[in-house]
């Protein structure tokens, strides 16, 4: 699956997390020059003073089968009537998490017949993406909805060293105030729940965080 075009550049922590977590590979842009190679989507933010609708216009014209959601603020609904052409979709901004994510996900199926990562399977776990239901050799885990997410922020990439402070800030949001010690918690659960045959998935790397699965070079 190609990944999708965000515009612009420094994506809010809100969509990076959405898009990291909703398992979307996805690349900032800063304008129209960089729209070289494929796209499987895109997400634009229209703001006040900003050429949301210009990269808009911009990927219609080098690919209009490119579906598009873009993100606008209350105060510019007025202007979704006059580039209905640009877009596909919209979502209200500030947004909701799960709303994003689930117009995103519709918005591919609607335009592919498929959806981007719709699984993540690695040894015997595997974690739907649609449903937020995850098993362990086919037995169900009972999961609370951050054990979920931190288990589908690790197994996404497997092999990858995470600090404490990347992962709070990845799963958590940069607005969370806790701890270390949350992340910590969380990583006692999951492993309980994994059972002891598959604690050591998710493993400790000693003074630095943790790591889901096997490194490339073990």
């Known amino acids: ?7 612009p550049a420094g994506p809010s922590p ?26 499987s989507g895109a997400v634009v933010t229209v703001s006040v003073g900003g050429d949301g609708w210009g990269m808009c216009r911009a990927l219609k014209a080098r690919a209009a089968q ?4 873009v993100l606008i603020g209350g105060s510019q609904l007025a202007e979704l009537d006059a580039h209905a052409e640009l877009f596909e979709d919209f979502c209200l901004s500030p947004f909701h998490p799960a709303e994003a994510e689930a117009r995103l996900r519709h918005l591919f199926f609607r335009s592919t017949g498929s959806e981007p990562g719709d699984m993540v399977e690695y040894a015997d776990l595997a974690l739907n993406l649609e449903t937020y239901q995850a098993t362990i050799e086919g037995r169900p885990l009972d999961l609370t909805y951050m054990e979920y997410a931190l288990l589908k922020f690790l197994a996404q990439s497997p092999g990858k060293v995470f600090t404490r402070e990347t992962l709070l800030s990845r799963v958590w949001g940069y607005e969370y105030f806790g701890g270390a010690r949350t992340v910590d918690v969380h990583i006692r659960r999951l ?13 400790t790397v000693r003074s630095v965080g943790y790591r889901f699965g096997q490194s490339r070079w073990s």
Request: no cysteine.
């Open 66 to 69: 490119v579906p598009v959601l």
């Open 14 to 39: 809100e969509l990076v997390r959405t898009l990291d977590l909703a398992g979307f590979r996805w690349k900032a842009l800063d304008g129209p020059d960089e729209l070289t190679g494929d796209w």
């Open 191 to 203: 492993r309980a729940k994994l059972g002891e045959e598959h604690a050591n998935l998710i493993q």
């Open 1 to 7: 699956m190609d990944p999708i075009a965000v515009f």
